[in-house]
């Protein structure tokens, strides 16, 4: 059994739909979907605001590759277009990490880089895994006791379900 973390994040066009496409992407495999956030932009600050979510999936028959590949797939349906490194995205689907996989290959970081100083990421995945451990860096909860959390906004009035 292969269980993953996928952050989701979205501040092109539909920003909701892209999300909600890529929960449908994984539909099969959703163990918990996280609220929706509203965060500004990382990296490149000129450019709107995303919307954020963290899904929990598993399968007997994904590994950390099959994860990234169906990633790709769901930000390709979506239109992703990548152009500027951390510019503007239909959809950007991350695996943050998988059964605690440690991978340092250019092609799939695991967990994913960054993911221990992103309130973006850490948020969402403690609501819907209260104990979540980022591998190598320890727990998210921790982790997050010492970022700015002012710019990540809950949307409850959004949902991807």
């Known amino acids: 059994m292969s269980r993953a973390v996928l952050s989701l994040g979205s501040n092109l066009g539909d920003r909701l739909a892209h999300l909600r496409s890529a929960v449908a992407a994984f539909a099969d495999e959703v163990v918990a979907v996280s609220p929706v956030y509203e965060t500004a932009a990382w990296g490149v600050a000129d450019q709107p605001d995303f919307l954020n979510a963290v899904l929990v999936v598993e399968s007997p028959s994904v590994d950390e590759w099959g994860w990234l590949r169906r990633g790709q797939a769901a930000e390709d349906a979506s239109g992703r277009v990548r152009e500027v490194r951390w510019g503007p995205r239909t959809l950007d689907v991350d695996v943050v990490t998988v059964d605690g996989v440690r991978s340092d290959d250019p092609e799939l970081l695991l967990p994913h880089p960054g993911t221990a100083e992103r309130a973006t990421v850490l948020v969402p995945w403690l609501d819907v895994e209260p104990d979540?451990?980022?591998?190598?860096?320890?727990?998210?909860?921790?982790?997050l006791a010492g970022l700015d959390t002012a710019g990540v906004r809950r949307r409850d009035d959004l949902e991807l379900r």
Do not use: E, Y
Request: no cysteine; hydrophobic share 50%; charged share 25%.
């Open 132 to 143: 979540a451990v980022v591998p190598g860096a320890g727990r998210a909860r921790d982790l």
